[in-house]
Each structure stands twice: as C-alpha cells, then as structure tokens.
C-alpha cells in the first residue's frame, strides 16, 4: 500500500476556513465538483484509490491501548 498521502491535500477535504451558511458549502462543494468533471487527465482505477484511502486512515489511526 502507498504509505505516501501527498495526493490528498487538506483543500480537498474541507471547504478554506468557516462556511457562514449552508448556500456557501454548496457553492464550495458545486465548485470542487465541477472541477473534478472537467479534468483531463486519465481516471485512477478503483483498486488503486481504495489503497491510498487505506494507506491514509493506517497513517492517521491512533494507537490502540
């Protein structure tokens, strides 16, 4: 599994800084998904998201006591 989650930056997880209101989120979240849909480069295959997904939550799973 890739132990490296450089793909992931904090912009694609969170809205930047607090969303005054629901119609802003949406805003935000429209915007990301449209810029998703009009990226040229080829598709990622399943297989390989779900592992840098894993790799990610592994890398920040709190140790068990």
Known sequence: MPEDDSNFPDSD????????SPEA???WFRAKIEKALADPRPSIPHEVVMAQVQALLDRHKKPQD
Request: proline residues 36%; hydrophobic residues 25%.
């Open 13 to 20: 997880y969170a809205p930047p800084g607090p969303i005054p």
């Open 25 to 27: 989120y949406d805003a």
